[in-house]
């Protein structure tokens, strides 16, 4: 069962007061401040409920509960809060401006990815390939 690690960032609109902070926000930080977060159940939410969990932080109180990365995306460019989603998936916003990753102390966020499939069964084609673009697999593994 090979697996990777995504990072999750904390991010906010430009126009957001934590866009202008000097100070990275901690957990209890983030906890105390209602967030847009996926649907219970998503991976990034579970990720963030965990991590929050293990440091013994409250639970985040959601401002909103959406079901896609892209609508958490819009409500967050459009102002509407802070939100943690994947690196990957916002690495556009921020780097076109729409967006500013606001850094976190106290925590390594990131979200365990894994693929699971039967031993007698390898992985071959676009699969494997897919695979291995998703979760970073060498072939040796």
């Known amino acids: 069962m090979p697996g990777g690690h995504r990072p999750l960032v904390v991010v906010v609109a430009p126009q957001h007061p934590w866009a ?3 100070e990275p926000v901690d957990l209890a930080g983030l906890a ?3 967030l847009i977060v996926r649907e219970a159940g998503s991976g990034t939410r579970e990720t963030l409920e965990r991590v929050l969990a293990g440091a013994g932080v409250q639970q985040v109180r959601p401002l909103m509960v959406l079901d896609a990365d892209a609508a958490v995306r819009s ?3 459009e102002g ?4 943690v989603l ?4 916002v690495q556009d916003d921020l780097a076109e401006g729409r967006m500013v990753e606001i850094p976190v102390t106290g925590t390594d966020l990131h979200r365990r990815l894994r693929a699971v499939w039967p031993k007698d069964r390898p992985l071959t084609g676009a699969v494997e390939e897919l695979l291995r673009i998703a979760v970073r697999v060498r072939p040796e593994e």
């Open 86 to 89: 994947s690196a990957v998936t």
């Open 75 to 77: 409500a967050v460019v």
């Open 80 to 83: 509407a809060g802070p939100a």
């Open 20 to 22: 202008r902070r000097r």
């Open 32 to 34: 105390q401040n209602r």
